[in-house]
T-cell receptor
Framework: DTAVSQTPKYLVTQMGNDKSIKCEQN?????MYWYKQDSKKFLKIMFS???????INETVPNRFSPKSPDKAHLNLHINSLELGDSAVYFC???????????FGEGSWLTVV | AQSVTQLDSHVSVSEGTPVLLRCNYS??????LFWYVQHPNKGLQLLLK??????LVKGINGFEAEFKKSETSFHLTKPSAHMSDAAEYFC???????????FGSGTKLNVKP
């Protein structure tokens, strides 16, 4: 039973398209995150939501818009995709205390 | 301010020999420290964590790490490397009771037969 699940795992799309990545966690956590991992494996936080409210919004183009319909879901919508958006996107969750963060399996986005 | 430095971007060991992956951190508060492993094309899996209990922390797959406050280090070790240990390893620090996690740049472990 997967704790943090995200779909799709692989996504190949053309420049200019709009795409969404969905994430769900069944751990009962209040906080969810989106991280971006570049080709050099560096992980950078993009967004963090606590109980459906945005609490961290790093410097990310406004083409990226997170949406949290409830505390178990945090989706990432990307408009007008660019080549530089190609990366692995990880969803994650943690308890409010931030004690441990649990990751999904990642979504490999390739923009051509 | 929090930060994490993984001192080696690549480490190569022979199967059966010890593994040492180094991590130094800076933290203004009492930190929580973690090691995660990422196998190729996979997500990040928690190996172990330190949250102010025993300074020597044992994790999965025979890994352990020691929190040394005086040295601000949290190095990851394993007595005997296995081929399946080949992966990318990330050291992470977080501020307790906050929701910020700071990742190191990763260390790629290569295990030679």
């Amino acid at each position: 039973d997967t704790a943090v699940s995200q779909t799709p795992k692989y996504l190949v799309t053309q420049m200019g398209n709009d795409k969404s990545i969905k994430c769900e966690q069944n751990l009962g956590h209040d906080t969810m995150y989106w991280y971006k991992q570049d080709s050099k494996k560096f992980l950078k936080i993009m967004f963090s939501y606590n109980n459906k409210e945005l609490i961290i919004n790093e410097t990310v183009p406004n083409r990226f818009s997170p949406k949290s319909p409830d505390k178990a879901h945090l989706n990432l919508h990307i408009n007008s995709l660019e080549l530089g958006d190609s990366a692995v996107y990880f969803c994650a969750s943690s308890e409010v205390s931030g004690n441990t963060i649990y990751f999904g399996e990642g979504s490999w986005l390739t923009v051509v | 301010a929090q930060s994490v430095t993984q001192l080696d971007s690549h480490v190569s060991v022979s199967e059966g020999t010890p593994v040492l992956l180094r991590c130094n951190y800076s933290s203004s508060y009492s930190p929580s420290l973690f090691w995660y492993v990422q196998h190729p094309n996979k997500g990040l899996q928690l190996l172990l964590k330190y949250t102010s209990a025993a300074t020597l922390v044992k994790g999965i797959n025979g890994f352990e790490a020691e929190f040394k406050k005086s040295e601000t280090s949290f190095h990851l070790t394993k007595p005997s490397a296995h081929m399946s240990d080949a992966a990318e390893y990330f050291c992470v620090v977080s501020e307790r009771n906050f929701n910020k996690f700071y990742f190191g740049s990763g260390t790629k472990l290569n295990v030679k037969p």
